[in-house]
Every structure is written in C-alpha cells, then in structure tokens.
C-alpha cells in the first residue's frame, strides 16, 4: 500500500484517485479552492481518502500526481516533493494555459518544464493521453488480448519502474518512450493522443509521431 497525493481533483485526478483507493492505496487529494470543495469526493472515496491543501498532499504522498491546467505548474510546492517521484498528467493547450514560447518552439516539452520546477523530483509523464472516464473503463487484468496500453516518459529508470507498476495494477500495458525529453511523442495532435492502443499500436505511434512544424496546416 502507497500514499498518493494529488495536486489537482478534477477529471483526471479524481478518476486516478477511484483507481488509486480500489486498488488498496491510501490517497490525499488538493485542489486550489481548499480542501472543504472536496467533500464530496471524500465521502465518495471513504475512509482512504482525506482532503488537504497541495503542500500537505505533496508532503503526504509517497507518490504525488500533478494533474492541472498547465499554467498553473509553477504553483505545486517543490520543497515537500524533494527526492519524491511525481506523475505529471499535463498537457499544453494554448487556449487554456496561454502561450508558452518554448513549447511552442518545442524546445522543451510539458514534462520537462515541470521536471525544471521541481529539480530535486523525478518526474514521470503518464496517463496524459486517455480521457479521464476512460481510466475506469478500459483497465484489464495482466494478460488480456488487446489490452489497452499507456504511455511513460522520464528520466530516473527506478522512478518509471515504480510507475509502470502502478499503470499495470490499474489494468493496463506499459510503453516507455524514453526520457521527458521524448515526451512530445505523445503530446496532444500526435496519433496515440488520445485512442485507445495496445502497446504494439502505442510503439507504432510513437515512432510516426511528428513535430507541430512539420504537421499539415490544418485549414
Ligand atoms: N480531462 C482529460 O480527459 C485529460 C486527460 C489526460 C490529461 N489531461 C491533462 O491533465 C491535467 C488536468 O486535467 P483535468 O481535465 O483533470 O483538469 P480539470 O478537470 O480542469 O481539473 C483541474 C484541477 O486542478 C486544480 N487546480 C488548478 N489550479 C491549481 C493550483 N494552483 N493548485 C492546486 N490545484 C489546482 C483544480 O482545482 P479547482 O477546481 O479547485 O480550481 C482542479 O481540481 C490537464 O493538464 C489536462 O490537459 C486531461
């Protein structure tokens, strides 16, 4: 049994939270309007879940997910996540999170900023592209023909290790596309953003993904 924090209680969080307490972890949940929004999700969650502010989520979590708008990353407490691995949810949607000139140049990518705000942290980008209803929905035991697969991508080989366990209790294959910096493989517009894959379709996508500067222009 693990503590996991989450920074962030809306569609993903809460969803990875339902996964987290059904498979036996403990979790403690934190968004920005204060812990007493979450009651409901607590009552829901029982007895395995608490809710609390973000730093007492990061400093509570043996594993601590950051799950919110990407702007917002500069915020999540650093200090309490030191030597902690984080999951990182996040994705760049310019509409939402306004221009970021880095991403945009794709110079760096969504996990590797965060990875910057939390330097002492070994981050790991997963569960960023299957929609949120569908982390309860499409798990299967170890084994299953077809089983769906997700995406990780990090730089601490014990940290990614750690997570692709816990993507498989949650029910689904693992596909490792490397370091943060290979992160973009799999960033919003690529062709595993989003559909359902096994690893083997995942792989396939990984290697056609291609650069925002070389995608058609969408007319
Ligand atoms: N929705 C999906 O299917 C999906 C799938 C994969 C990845 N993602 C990505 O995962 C991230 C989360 O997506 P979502 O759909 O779960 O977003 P969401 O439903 O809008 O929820 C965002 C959560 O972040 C919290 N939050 C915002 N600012 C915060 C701050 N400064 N400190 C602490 N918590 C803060 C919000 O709390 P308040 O409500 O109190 O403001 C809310 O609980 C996004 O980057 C998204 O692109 C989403």
């Known amino acids: 049994m693990t503590t996991i924090g989450f920074i962030g209680a809306g569609h993903i969080g809460s969803q990875l ?3 987290a307490v059904a498979h036996g972890h403990d979790v403690v949940i934190s968004n920005s309007r204060g812990p007493e929004t979450l009651a409901p999700l607590i009552a829901e969650l029982g007895t395995r879940a608490r809710a609390a502010t973000p730093a007492e989520a990061a400093a509570a979590g043996d594993i601590v997910v ?3 708008p990407l702007k917002a990353i500069d915020t999540v407490p650093a200090a309490p996540l030191k030597g902690k691995i984080v ?6 949607y310019p509409q939402r999170d306004g221009r970021i000139a880095e991403l ?5 990518t969504t996990s590797e900023l965060l990875q910057r705000h939390l330097p002492e942290s070994k981050v790991v980008k997963a569960f960023n592209h299957i929609y949120a209803a569908e982390l309860t929905t499409h798990g299967q ?10 995406v990780i991508a990090g730089d601490d080989a014990s940290a990614k290790r750690t997570i692709a366990g816990l993507i498989d209790d949650f029910g689904f294959d693992v596909v490792d596309a490397g370091p943060l910096a290979e992160g973009w493989r799999i960033q919003r517009d690529t062709p595993g953003y989003g559909p359902r894959r096994t690893a083997e379709e995942l792989r396939r996508d990984l290697a056609a993904a291609k650069r925002y500067r070389d ?5």
């Open 17 to 19: 939270a339902r996964l």
């Open 104 to 108: 945009d140049n794709e110079s760096t």
């Open 87 to 92: 999951v990182d949810t996040n994705n760049y």
């Open 141 to 150: 035991p170890k084994g299953a023909p077809n089983r769906r697969a997700l």
């Open 66 to 68: 950051v799950t919110m």
């Open 215 to 219: 995608m058609p222009v969408k007319s």
